[in-house]
């Protein structure tokens, strides 16, 4: 299989990670791509021309890492990232909307912050910086329930929270949150995370 990623896109991030927790890391073959620049072949995997994107054996795509990870997530059968039924797949499908939203908030205020002065909205970006601060708020309040829980949901949240390292590492999160602070550097010592990190 063939993934479409960059290594500063925490969604393509996320599929990296559970390619690692399931095995199936040793079956991709990874292709760096620009979003940014016209690629016909990557419109081809995926018409939004947006990242990540899985080319299959069949000469398929699948594109959204929600569903490329829960595809690879169908692979094997150890121990199922995306939980089965009951209360605990809707609260990591939960957890894992949640940390995609804040994800997409702080994508696109750093879209912001690449336009010309003169064009940035200073309202725009407060208004999807709320929405982040009112996330952490939130899984700083339910972060004592994540437990020693690896799934989709906690792996997205870790996944936010160094993009928030990386991207936005002045604004500090940690100090409102010491006890998520406390639960990510735990949780970034799994191999999956660390060997992951974004970069440019």
């Known amino acids: 299989m063939k993934l479409r990623y960059s290594p500063t896109s925490p969604f393509a991030r996320k599929v990296l990670v559970v390619a690692q927790e399931t095995g199936s890391q040793n079956r991709l ?6 979003t940014l620049v016209p690629d016909a072949q990557l419109t081809r995997d995926n018409p939004l021309q947006k990242i990540p994107a899985l080319l299959l054996e069949n000469g398929e795509s699948l594109f959204d890492s929600p569903v490329i990870c829960e595809y690879l997530d169908s692979l094997h059968d150890g121990t199922k990232m995306f939980p089965a039924s009951g209360q605990d797949r809707w609260t990591a499908l939960r957890r894992q909307a949640l940390a995609d939203g804040m994800i997409d908030a702080s994508i696109l205020r750093r879209y912001e912050s690449m336009r010309p002065v003169e064009l940035r909205s200073a309202n725009w970006d407060a ?74």
């Not at 073959?29 to 620009?34: D, P, Q």
């Open 29 to 34: 073959e990874l292709i760096k791509t620009a």
């Open 127 to 200: 208004a999807q910086k709320l929405k982040v601060d009112q996330g952490l708020a939130a899984l700083e309040g339910e972060v004592a329930r994540f437990g020693q829980r690896i799934d989709i949901g906690t792996l997205a949240i870790a996944i936010l929270l160094d993009y928030l390292n990386f991207r936005f590492a002045a604004e500090d999160w940690t100090g409102r949150c010491p006890t998520l602070a406390a639960w990510h550097q735990e949780i970034s010592q799994r191999p999956s995370l660390a060997s992951t990190l974004p970069h440019d």
